[in-house]
């Protein structure tokens, strides 16, 4: 099975920072990476798929990037609407495997 | 518009069953895998089980895997997971997920609003 490791597990930033974050794969899944946001009681929300495509109608604050093993969501400029939590997904192959999931919290 | 809707939840035994269903409008149902994905309280995701659009290609989590049974009605655009044997750490908030390919893996692009199932005596 592949094991996506995510880090950091929480940070606390303010509105306006930039904020990386990222997932690392056990072993190479090529672009098989989807990026979701979680808000409390919420349904995740697709942020990036395929590694770095941006989904249709999310800000362009939020990009993605990386292949093979490292991956990176970095969300530009922070907004108030942003502290969620943030979950990398392995779409290359079954088991599917989440990231343990980071979660932003207003500093 | 992609809705999902789950249903189903509830509290159960230990050892007890249910099924979950989750009805699904807004596209066309019989060309995309459906997956459920739980999340105990407090915690990460976990993916649970997927089926390919003509139900030939289905995959479980080591976790439910005997235990759990996923199967869809492309005549009734609906998907559903029988859940026996249930154990205390089944208990989570469940989603169902679309991936929009029809064998597809992971490619999850819509989600519903989760369906809370709790085991405890």
């Known amino acids: 099975d592949i094991q996506m490791t995510q880090s950091p597990s929480s940070l606390s930033a303010s509105v306006g920072d930039a904020v990386t974050i990222t997932c690392r794969a056990s072993?190479?899944?090529?672009?098989?990476l989807g990026w979701y946001q979680q808000k409390p009681g919420k349904a995740p929300e697709r942020l990036i798929y395929d590694a770095s495509s941006l989904q249709s109608g999310v800000p362009s604050r939020f990009s993605g990037s990386g292949s093979g093993t490292e991956f990176t969501l970095t969300i530009s400029s922070l907004q108030p609407e942003d502290f969620a939590a943030y979950y990398c997904l392995q779409h290359n192959r079954y088991p599917l495997t989440f990231g343990g999931g980071t979660k932003v919290e207003m500093k | 518009e992609v809705q999902l809707v789950e249903s189903g939840g509830g509290l159960v035994k230990p050892g007890g069953s249910l099924r979950l269903s989750c009805a699904a409008s807004?596209?066309?149902?019989?060309?995309?895998?459906l997956n459920w994905v739980r999340q105990a309280p407090g915690r990460g995701l976990e993916w649970v089980s997927s089926?390919?659009?003509?139900?030939?290609?289905?995959y479980y989590a080591e976790s439910v895997k005997g235990r759990f049974t996923i199967s869809r009605d492309n005549a009734k655009n609906s998907v559903q997971l029988q859940m026996n044997s249930l154990r205390a750490e089944d208990t989570a908030v469940y989603y169902c997920?679309?991936?929009?390919?029809?064998?597809?893996?992971?490619?999850?692009?819509?989600w519903g609003q989760g369906i809370l199932v709790t085991v405890s005596s």
């Open positions: 072993q190479d899944i090529g672009n098989g």
């Open positions: 807004g596209f066309i149902f019989n060309t995309c895998t």
């Open positions: 089926i390919s659009s003509s139900g030939t290609h289905i």
């Open positions: 997920a679309r991936d929009p390919r029809g064998a597809g893996t992971g490619f999850l692009d819509s």
